[in-house]
């Protein structure tokens, strides 16, 4: 007969297993799992073995032993997972790659009835149609205000109702409406709260950010940098070649204003003083412009007069077989 594990020793090998998850494990997962189920929980663990491991527990003892561990390693990065532990909330520790893990765990949602007290998750909307119910049932819809006509002896809903808003309790008269049409408006599962990776805590929209999002961000902060550092005159790496651009503007109108001068303004002045100096020099960029142009517009002819031609010759030949 198997001895029986006292609950001082439950708490010992709790606290044993999740310090040697801390240690070996950098990213979690915090998740909640309301109206989750044991067989619910057991596939969800199932779906995941291999490379990620779902503990759940009380929040006072993972409390307690994330701040034993952290006295213990040092690691203080793991007290940030004191805040999150609130509710009934459960840790997915992965070595996986964490989008991945919650589109996995995603998969693991089941269908739910809608039971009196509980608190709607999203709204419920009762399709019009045939019920299927005979017309001793209309007391329901009654009650509900729901507007119903009888059709070949059934009661039929006529629009759609919202029956529940989200945020609201789940009445009586709801519950077995729902329960009477055979809809399950629920779905539950573990719902993915926070992620942490190496002391650092974000929310997991951060998961769905793509490699393009990201450098556009990162442009889209660059160019406000630059734009402030050019404000304040105040250098920095990304305003640096804005202020070199704009000064040597502001040199260059000094030096067309007076009669200071250098190379380069030299070659400004003469465009000034004579423009046709500039056109000379832009016509023959035009010309090359234009010779491209032509150049294309040869090669496509040609490509079609030779095609022409093998559709000529084809012809020919067919004709000839039969001559």
Same mark, same amino acid.
């Given at each position: 007969?198997? &001895?029986?594990?006292?609950?001082?020793?439950?708490?010992?090998?709790?606290?044993?297993?999740?310090?040697?998850?801390?240690?070996?494990?950098?990213?979690?997962?915090?998740?909640?799992?309301?109206?989750?189920?044991?067989?619910?929980?057991?596939?969800?663990?199932?779906?995941? /073995?291999?490379?990620?491991?779902?503990?759940?527990?009380?929040?006072?003892?993972?409390? /307690?032993?994330?701040?034993?561990?952290?006295?213990?390693?040092?690691?203080?990065?793991?007290?940030?997972?004191?805040?999150?532990?609130?509710?009934?909330?459960?840790?997915?520790?992965?070595?996986?790659?964490?989008?991945?893990?919650?589109?996995?765990?995603?998969?693991?949602?089941?269908?739910?009835?809608?039971?009196?007290?509980?608190?709607?998750?999203?709204?419920?909307?009762?399709?019009?149609?045939?019920?299927?119910?005979?017309?001793?049932?209309?007391?329901?819809?009654?009650?509900?205000?729901?507007?119903?006509?009888?059709?070949?002896?059934?009661?039929?809903?006529?629009?759609?109702?919202?029956?529940?808003?989200?945020?609201?309790?789940?009445?009586?008269?709801?519950?077995?409406?729902?329960?009477?049409?055979?809809? /399950?408006?629920?779905?539950?599962?573990?719902?993915?709260?926070?992620?942490?990776?190496?002391?650092?805590?974000?929310?997991?929209?951060?998961?769905?950010?793509?490699?393009?999002?990201?450098?556009?961000?990162? +442009?889209?902060?660059?160019?406000?940098?630059?734009?402030?550092?050019?404000?304040?005159?105040?250098?920095?790496?990304?305003?640096?070649?804005?202020?070199?651009?704009?000064?040597?503007?502001?040199?260059?109108?000094?030096?067309?204003?007076?009669?200071?001068?250098?190379?380069?303004?030299?070659?400004?002045?003469?465009?000034?003083?004579?423009?046709? &100096?500039?056109?000379?020099? +832009?016509?023959?960029?035009?010309?090359?412009?234009?010779?491209?142009?032509?150049?294309?517009?040869?090669?496509?002819?040609?490509?079609?007069?030779?095609?022409?031609?093998?559709?000529?010759?084809?012809?020919?030949?067919?004709?000839?077989?039969?001559?």
């Amino acid at each position: 007969m198997a &001895k029986k594990i006292s609950k001082a020793q439950k708490k010992v090998n709790y606290d044993q297993k999740l310090c040697r998850l801390l240690e070996e494990y950098t990213q979690i997962l915090i998740v909640a799992a309301d109206n989750v189920g044991s067989n619910q929980l057991q596939n969800i663990r199932k779906g995941l /073995r291999g490379d990620s491991i779902v503990l759940m527990g009380k929040n006072t003892m993972m409390k /307690r032993t994330v701040k034993l561990f952290a006295e213990k390693s040092g690691n203080t990065g793991v007290l940030n997972l004191i805040p999150l532990l609130v509710g009934n909330v459960g840790l997915v520790f992965t070595k996986g790659d964490l989008k991945e893990v919650r589109e996995e765990i995603a998969k693991y949602k089941v269908g739910a009835p809608a039971r009196v007290g509980l608190i709607a998750p999203i709204d419920v909307v009762v399709p019009p149609g045939n019920t299927g119910l005979d017309p001793s049932q209309t007391s329901f819809f009654q009650v509900l205000n729901i507007p119903t006509k009888i059709n070949k002896g059934t009661v039929e809903i006529i629009t759609p109702v919202e029956l529940i808003k989200k945020g609201d309790k789940v009445g009586s008269s709801e519950a077995a409406l729902l329960s009477k049409l055979g809809i /399950r408006p629920f779905s539950y599962g573990l719902i993915v709260l926070s992620v942490y990776e190496e002391g650092t805590v974000f929310s997991p929209e951060v998961l769905d950010l793509s490699e393009e999002d990201l450098i556009q961000k990162f +442009a889209t902060g660059l160019s406000i940098v630059a734009a402030m550092s050019v404000a304040l005159s105040f250098p920095t790496l990304a305003g640096a070649p804005h202020m070199f651009i704009n000064g040597y503007k502001n040199v260059l109108s000094i030096a067309v204003a007076t009669e200071y001068t250098y190379p380069h303004a030299e070659e400004v002045k003469e465009y000034l003083k004579d423009p046709s &100096k500039f056109a000379a020099v +832009a016509a023959p960029a035009v010309a090359v412009a234009a010779a491209d142009d032509s150049t294309a517009a040869a090669t496509a002819s040609a490509a079609k007069e030779e095609t022409k031609e093998e559709e000529e010759s084809d012809d020919d030949l067919v004709f000839g077989l039969f001559d």
